[in-house]
């Protein structure tokens, strides 16, 4: 095997292993965004479905966070406000205060954003930065 043959094997080889350095790092990286989710759960399933890693194509390796359910987008960038109104009764029936409530369109004042994706990317970016850097300076 020659010098230039031997090259390209290393850099092969180096190219396999971004990927396990890039699903290691977005592991990471939901571990954290699932400690660190600012709102509080009632079932867990917005906070369980927040997943990392990283993807593997022919131009490189792609490190991903994101939200595995709309609940999720929903609390990272918050929604105006909105009217709720009754699909197939009259009115709406709901519950408050021990009180029994019929209305006809019940007027929400919105969610507001709790992000966390955003955050612990940007977080763990000089982070990431350095262990690639490490990683391709390393033999």
Known sequence: MGLGDQIKSDIDRKIAGMYSLGNHLGKDMERQAKNNAPWTDRTGNTRRT?????????????????????VGTYLETGTPSYVIRPKSKKALRFVSGGE????????HPGISPHPIVEPTADS??????????RYWESS
């Open 100 to 107: 029994e409530i019929f209305a006809k369109r019940v007027n």
């Open 50 to 70: 927040i997943n990392g890693g990283a993807d593997q194509s022919a131009r490189g390796v792609t490190l991903f966070l994101a939200h595995g359910s709309m």
């Open 124 to 133: 763990n970016w000089p982070k990431i930065k350095q262990q690639v850097r």
